[in-house]
């Protein structure tokens, strides 16, 4: 019924940048939270960053802090995850998630509703 597609993975040396894309589609929802997470082989998945409804706040994993910048464009359905200043420890597959709105209403908590397939990216030093 939802569907979430990252895109914007792909392989660039250390110090350089990419701009993940997520978009949902299917049924019509109100999204809440946005956010984006990461997992490397043979590790959990871990939080990156959220924003909430209206883009009004954000919030960082202590690791990326000042090198990525979440955003949302409700009217695209879309969340974004500027990278900049990636790390080889950046590596990892990442994965966009969305909390939907129950009776219009969002509220706040911590788990996700939606989640999309991941996408790729690889930093090499």
């Known amino acids: 019924q939802v569907q979430l597609v990252e895109s914007g993975g792909g392989l660039v040396q250390a110090g350089g940048s990419l701009r993940l894309s997520c978009a949902a589609s299917?049924?019509?929802?109100?999204?809440?939270?946005m956010g984006w997470f990461r997992r490397a082989p043979g590790k959990k998945r871990t939080f990156v960053a959220a924003i909430s409804r209206y883009g009004d706040s954000t919030d960082y994993a202590d690791s990326v802090k000042g090198r990525f910048t979440i955003s949302r464009d409700n009217a695209k359905n879309t969340v974004y995850l500027q990278m900049d200043s990636l790390r080889p420890e950046d590596t990892a597959v990442y994965y966009c998630?969305?909390?939907?709105?129950?009776?219009?209403?969002?509220?706040?908590?911590?788990?996700?509703?939606?989640w999309g397939q991941g996408t790729q990216v690889t930093v090499s030093s």
């Open positions: 998630a969305v909390q939907r709105a129950r009776d219009e209403t969002c509220y706040l908590r911590e788990e996700y509703d939606y």
């Open positions: 299917g049924q019509t929802f109100t999204s809440c939270t």
